[in-house]
């Protein structure tokens, strides 16, 4: 995916997907509360060097605009489940 295509996903919309599905939950008899949400997208990458790994690591942060390591960004503000 593109880093436009992360750009895309934002709380706005990430929100809206979470409605969907617990009111489809609800629609059919399951506890919308049950459901665990959470939008972080774990990624693994072959790299060839340490440097080349520390690379990509900080242009997938840069997408996500946090600091590499910085998981917290992923559930910050949107009241999902981690």
Same mark, same amino acid.
């Given at each position: 995916? =593109?880093?436009? /295509?992360?750009?895309?996903?934002?709380?706005?919309?990430?929100?809206?997907?979470? =409605?969907?599905?617990?009111?489809?939950?609800?629609?059919? $008899?399951?506890?919308? $509360?049950?459901?665990?949400?959470?939008?972080?997208?774990?990624?693994?990458?072959?790299?060839?060097?340490?440097?080349?790994?520390? &690379?990509?690591?900080?242009?997938?942060? &840069?997408?996500? &605009?946090?600091?590499? $390591?910085?998981?917290?960004?992923?559930?910050?503000?949107? /009241?999902?489940?981690?």
């Amino acid at each position: 995916m =593109s880093a436009e /295509g992360f750009r895309l996903l934002n709380d706005d919309a990430f929100r809206e997907r979470v =409605s969907y599905v617990r009111t489809e939950a609800k629609r059919l $008899g399951r506890d919308p $509360g049950a459901i665990k949400i959470s939008n972080f997208i774990p990624v693994a990458m072959a790299v060839e060097t340490e440097e080349a790994a520390r &690379q990509t690591i900080a242009a997938v942060a &840069q997408m996500f &605009q946090s600091e590499p $390591g910085d998981t917290s960004v992923f559930s910050d503000g949107i /009241g999902a489940d981690v």
